[in-house]
């Protein structure tokens, strides 16, 4: 039997990048894997990608606005009502709208907050009955060096992933008695959309400042993800989990 066999996992921003691997990752560990973001066919060719490798798990599609707090409720019932069950919940979805300070609109700022940071504790809020009513689940999220170090011209996405970090502490010492853990993986630079619009002469300057003298690939990213919700990860929690080259250290 494989290792996440009968589990029911919520990713989201499945459609692309680093979620994209994550999906990928944990449905070929058994999962059933509900991969939410706005893009339908990204969707659909992520499920079609997974049935030709013959995962084990299913991935199934779902459209989904983490920014929609309602939609958020819908897709938590209506995942329930379907299987009975969530084990693992992967806080993906992540977007930045860079801006200097002085000039930040606070449409910028408030945009960055909501689909990185409130849509986590939405969808973690509704999930985690779920999984406290079945003394079970894995709470992932995704963070970033940024919410650790700060970033100039990232004040928003630094604030939401730093978010991130306390929140998750918080919930993993709320949780822990009912068997639920949450932990954050915070990478680096991971080559993706996210950091393709890069300009190469930063890219290249960033490469001066990681140890492992490269970017990162997706399924690094991956890797550390399914190991948090697999068994060998039962004793961790509230830990921040970077996957960076070293470039933080
Ligand atoms: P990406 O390639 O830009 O993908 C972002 C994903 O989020 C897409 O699947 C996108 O799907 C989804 N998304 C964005 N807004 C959404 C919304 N409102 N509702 C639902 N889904 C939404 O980014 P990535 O590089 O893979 O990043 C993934 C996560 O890792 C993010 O949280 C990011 O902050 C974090 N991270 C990335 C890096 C890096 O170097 N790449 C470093 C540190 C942290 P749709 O557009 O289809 O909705």
Known sequence: MLELEKQVAIVTGGSRGIGRAICLSLSRRGATVVACAR????????????????????????????????????????????????????????????????????????????????????????????????????????????????????????????GLIGMSKSIAKELGRRKITCNVVAPGFITTDMTDILPDDLKANVKKLIPLGRLGDVEEVAEVVAFLAGAAASYITGQVIVVDGGMHM
């Open 39 to 162: 893009s339908e066919a990204a969707l659909k060719s992520l499920a079609d990608d997974a049935m030709e490798g013959q995962h084990a798990g299913r991935i199934e599609p779902s459209v989904l606005d983490v920014g929609d707090r309602d939609a958020i409720g819908k897709l938590v019932d209506t995942v329930s009502d379907a299987h009975e069950r969530i084990d693992i919940l992967v806080n993906n979805a992540g977007i930045t709208h860079d801006g200097l300070l002085m000039s930040m609109e606070d449409d910028q700022f408030e945009s960055v907050l909501t689909t990185n940071l409130r849509s986590a504790f939405w969808l973690t809020r509704a999930v985690s009955r779920i999984m406290v009513r079945r003394r079970y689940g894995r709470i992932i999220n995704i963070s970033s060096v940024a919410g650790m170090m700060g970033n100039p011209g990232q004040a928003n996405y630094a604030a939401s992933k730093a």
